[in-house]
């Protein structure tokens, strides 16, 4: 790659930002969403409906890509990208959350984290220095520095010492990342619900020198006050050049919450779950498939909606092949359900450069009261 990494802020809407991410494999929009790919694939979609939704960058799981197929494996079979046939950005997170959710079956160390595979119980070793080998060899994009995902609730000194941690181990993925033209290291911003520590954690970050920088630690059950509550200070306290990323949101409202406070950049598997669950989610609220109310109903899920559920199924054909347990149904549910966030996050970058961002949030929530119309 000789094109370099580069974000440009374009414009600004109160703390809202509209800008670019510009990487060798193509441009990224933001306030920017993208579709988890856990395993190297987007749940029940092809590569090309994922791109056809609007996407501009994918996730991947460096946790879940180390132990199946091995991140070996697939540096020998050309890269996630050639793997995966996605010829877009990837975004790939560094591990750290997975592990944290394995509880029992890991072990914390200032080395890094030993852990078993829920897989099949094989012990791992995952170091900042593995897990920026682990994602220069998945060949990502964008690459999230190694940190511990501090849990919620969890008191000053429990969050000080996870911070703290996460600092010195940022150091150490800074180190291993090494310079890589064309392709970005993120760290990422830890301090549970504290301020002092947010701070802390964020002056960290910037004298070591990232690319750009996460918002960590959040949506971790704290709920959705709290989450805008740290989000009303911790972006501004991060760099205004870099992009801010928020880790793991979330529901609609939540990300128009966030944009509306300085975040550039989201992912969430909740399109995508709720998809294959009978869960449509659209600019009326979520819409429960399987409810026999929508069996006789010969209308569209979102009569604004273009995506192809929308344009050439009926509700009554979505509640019946949801019901029946078929396929289609999942991939019809993800693919409306994509389209939709990339759909909000357009029309929050249009606000944002229209300096009309009050009047577009006030429409999204009106319509979301109004909530999902009946049959007759």
């Known amino acids: 790659m000789t094109k370099r990494y580069k974000f440009e802020l374009l414009n600004t809407n109160g703390y809202a930002r509209r800008g670019i ?34 996407a501009e960058i994918l996730l991947g799981n460096t946790y879940h890509l180390m132990l199946r197929p091995g991140a070996e494996r697939v540096a020998n079979l050309g890269g996630l990208h050639k793997f995966m046939n996605w010829d877009k950005p990837i975004l790939t997170d560094s591990g750290g959350y997975q592990v944290m959710s394995l509880t029992e079956l890991r072990k914390l160390t200032e080395e890094g984290v030993k852990f078993r595979s829920h897989i099949d119980g094989s012990e791992h070793n995952l170091t900042p220095e593995r897990s920026m080998e682990i994602q220069r060899l998945l060949g990502a994009d964008i690459v999230m520095s190694f940190d511990e995902c501090t849990p919620y609730p969890a008191t000053a000194d429990q969050a000080r010492a996870s911070m703290e941690l996460s600092m010195r181990w940022a150091a150490r993925s800074r180190d291993a990342f090494g310079d890589r033209p064309g392709y970005a290291l993120f760290g990422i911003q830890q301090g549970s619900t504290f301020k002092d520590m947010r ?170 009261a109004e909530g999902d119309i009946p049959p007759l």
């Open 21 to 54: 991410v510009q990487t060798p494999r193509g441009d990224i929009q933001t306030p920017a969403f993208m579709p988890v790919g856990t395993a190297a694939t987007v749940k029940a979609m092809m590569p090309e409906s994922v791109a056809a939704t609007g």
């Open 199 to 368: 701070e802390e954690s964020a002056q960290a970050l910037q004298k070591i020198g990232f690319d750009g920088y996460a918002v960590g630690g959040l949506a971790v059950g704290e709920g959705q006050d709290m989450m805008f509550e740290v989000l009303d200070y911790a972006p501004q306290q991060l760099p205004s050049d870099k992009p801010r990323y928020l880790m793991g949101v979330g529901k609609p409202d939540d990300i128009v919450g966030a944009v509306q406070r300085g975040i550039d950049m989201f992912d969430c598997v909740l399109p995508s779950r709720s998809g294959r669950t009978g869960q449509g989610l659209t600019r009326m609220g979520a819409v429960n498939l399987r409810n026999a109310r929508h069996k006789d109903d010969p209308r569209p899920l979102d009569e604004m909606c273009s995506c192809p559920a929308c344009r050439k199924y009926s509700r009554a054909y979505l509640h019946h092949t949801i019901k029946c347990n078929e396929i289609i149904g999942s991939m019809l549910l993800t693919w409306h359900n994509l389209h939709y966030y990339q759909e909000l996050m357009a029309g929050l970058r249009t606000a944002i450069a229209q300096n009309a961002l009050d009047m577009f949030v006030a429409a999204f929530h009106a319509k979301r």
